[in-house]
């Protein structure tokens, strides 16, 4: 078991994330937290570290052995394009035009992270696997990238909004209506704590207190 004081280790230029070579399994798991992409700087994980990271999440419990996932990497020449759509096409679910500036302005801080995954469910609407179950291994593996980047020290962060629902967007990007865009996994190295939040043993304690039962006939 990993020792409970370092479960309350915040994160932070002075106490950098803990990689796969000082901590178990488990304690990686346990201290794995989300830091926004406003909070971090280079490096990002090097091409080898990538397919680590994407190769994790090719372990997700997968009925059918669909492999419904979908990753798209995002470096950060093609940010401005890319989040140019991405804010074009919240503007357009919103119905709002004037929200464009403002989206735009919340990406233009997403995009100090060093690295930007698209993360997707292609769904295989003929198979026998329920789509709702093909959704739910996507999203499975977008857990998993989020698992393996923190394993290897790094800060790593999942956001959405309301472009993942443009249809226009979602086929510049290859899915169809029935597929599900599942958000954007930003990965650096922590530049800050971040925001103020409860710490590992904190939010564990609060979380068994509030989701698990014991089922009785």
Known sequence: MPDPSSLSRPAGPEHPPMNATTVSPIESLLTRTSLAGAFMKPPAPSDAELEQILGAAQRASDHGRLRPWRFQVVRPEHYEVFFDRLAAAATRVSGDPSRYEVNREKYRLTARAPLLIVAGAKIDTAHKVPAIEQAFAAAGA????????????????????????????????????????????????????????????????????????????
């Open 142 to 217: 977008t857990q998993l990238v989020l698992n393996a980047a923190h394993a290897l020290g790094y800060a790593a962060y999942l956001f959405s909004g309301p472009g993942v629902f443009d249809a226009a967007f979602k086929e510049e990007l290859g899915f169809g209506p029935a597929d599900h865009l599942i958000g954007f996994v930003c990965i650096g190295t922590a530049a800050g704590p971040g925001k103020p939040g409860p710490s590992a043993e904190e939010a564990i304690k609060a979380g068994l207190a509030h989701t698990v039962t014991q089922w009785q006939p």
